[in-house]
C-alpha cells in the first residue's frame, strides 16, 4: 500500500472508532454532543477531562457509560472533605501468613489503580487529598509504601466539580488544574433534548451499551494522533496564541494586559497541539489547519489563565479573553505586522 493511501486508511479508521463511540454513547447521553468530542479527544490524546456544571446534568452518567463503552477497568472516587490520600492510592496493611503465622505488610492497591478513574466532585476533597492524584496524572505513575507503580494505559482521570456551591470546596490549585488536558462546561439541555431525555428516564429505556474498543486500539490511536504533521506556519500561530496569554509579555494582547495575572504554561501549548490534530483527523485530514487550533482554544486554555482583581471584579471569564485573543492574533505574522 503506497504510503498516502495507508495514511488516509489510518485516518479513515480513527474517524470511524470515534464515531463508533460517540453512537453507543449517544444511547445514553442526549445532546452536549460538544462535550462528548471533549472528553473523547481527552482519551484519544493521552489527557484528562474536568467536566465543570451545575448537578444533575449528566456529568456522572457521561464517564460511566464511556466505560461500558471501553473495554477499560472502571473505578469511581466520590470526593469529601474527609478523603484521605491512601483512600486513593492505596495503603499497606499487615497480612497474616496461614501456614507460618508470620505478619508482614503487603500493599493494597487503590481504586487509582484502574483505567478509567471519575473523580467526583473533585473541589470537595482538601488540597492534601487532590495533590496524590498528581503524579498519576502526569506521569502515569503511582508511589506507595516506598514502591513505584506503573498504571496500566490507557490511564484517563475524568473531574467532575460544581461551580456553584462553594461552601465546603477547596478551589483546585493551579499545578492541579494545568494537569487537565481539557476544562469543559457542561451546559443546560434544550427543550427537544429534555424531551427526549424524559421519554428515555422515565418511561423504562434501557440501553445496551457494548464495548467497541479496546485498550489497545485506545493506545494505538494515541500513537497515530502524535504522527499528525503541523505545518511550521500553523505551529507558530499556535505558539503566539499561547504566549498571548501571558501579561506584559512581546504578544500579549491589552484585554490581557488589563485583566490576566498568570497566562497558560507549555503543557497548554501541548494540549491545543494534540487537540488541533485529533481535529483535523476528525475532518479527515492529516495535516493541523488554523481552524483547527482555534476550535481547541477555550477547552485547552480556559483553565491556565488566571485573572487578576481586575478581570474578577468585572465579573469576566478566561473565555471572554481568549476570544478576544483569537481575534487579535492573526494567522500570519505579515498579518499581524
Excluded at 503506497?2 to 463508533?20: C, I, L, S, Y
Excluded at 466539580?161 to 476544562?183: C, H, M, S, V, W
Amino acid at each position: 500500500m503506497a504510503p498516502g493511501a495507508q495514511v488516509e486508511q489510518q485516518v479513515a479508521e480513527f474517524r470511524d472508532q470515534f464515531e463508533k463511540l460517540r453512537a453507543e454513547i449517544g444511547k445514553m447521553i442526549v445532546g452536549h454532543q460538544e462535550i462528548v468530542d471533549g472528553v473523547l479527544t481527552c482519551l484519544f490524546a493521552g489527557g484528562h477531562a474536568l467536566l465543570e456544571g451545575v448537578p444533575g446534568l449528566g456529568k456522572t452518567l457521561l464517564i460511566r457509560t464511556m466505560s461500558e463503552a471501553l473495554a477499560l477497568e472502571f473505578s469511581r472516587i466520590q470526593f469529601t472533605p474527609d478523603l484521605m490520600p491512601a483512600d486513593i492510592l492505596g495503603t499497606n496493611i499487615i497480612v497474616e501468613d496461614p501456614q507460618s503465622g508470620r505478619r508482614s505488610f503487603e500493599f493494597q492497591r487503590g481504586p487509582i489503580f484502574a483505567q478509567m478513574v471519575l473523580a467526583d466532585e473533585i473541589n470537595r476533597a482538601t488540597p492534601k487529598t487532590q495533590s496524590a492524584l498528581l503524579e498519576a496524572m502526569q506521569e502515569k505513575s503511582v508511589t506507595a509504601g516506598g514502591e513505584h507503580f506503573k498504571l496500566q494505559a490507557p490511564f484517563f482521570v475524568m473531574a467532575t466539580q460544581n461551580p456553584i456551591e462553594q461552601e465546603g470546596t477547596y478551589p483546585l490549585p493551579e499545578a492541579q488544574l494545568d494537569r487537565f488536558f481539557f476544562k469543559l462546561i457542561v451546559g443546560y439541555s434544550s427543550r427537544d433534548e429534555l424531551k427526549l431525555i424524559l421519554d428515555r428516564t422515565t418511561a423504562g429505556y434501557r440501553p445496551d451499551i457494548a464495548p467497541v474498543l479496546s485498550g489497545e486500539r485506545i493506545v494505538a490511536a494515541q500513537d497515530l494522533v502524535r504522527q499528525v504533521v503541523i505545518a511550521p506556519h500553523v505551529q507558530d500561530y499556535l505558539i503566539r496564541v499561547v504566549l498571548a496569554t501571558h501579561p506584559s509579555g512581546a504578544f500579549a494582547t491589552p484585554s490581557v494586559n488589563k485583566y490576566v495575572r498568570w497566562g497558560s504554561s507549555p503543557r497548554g501549548a501541548q494540549a491545543l497541539t494534540l487537540a488541533s490534530k485529533i481535529n483535523a483527523m476528525l475532518d479527515g485530514r492529516y495535516n493541523v489547519s488554523f481552524e483547527d487550533v482555534k476550535k481547541a482554544a477555550l477547552p485547552a486554555l480556559r483553565h491556565r489563565l488566571l485573572l487578576n482583581f481586575e478581570g474578577e471584579a468585572e465579573g469576566l471569564s478566561t473565555d471572554f479573553v481568549l476570544n478576544d485573543i483569537l481575534e487579535q492574533v492573526k494567522t500570519s505574522t505579515s498579518e499581524a505586522a
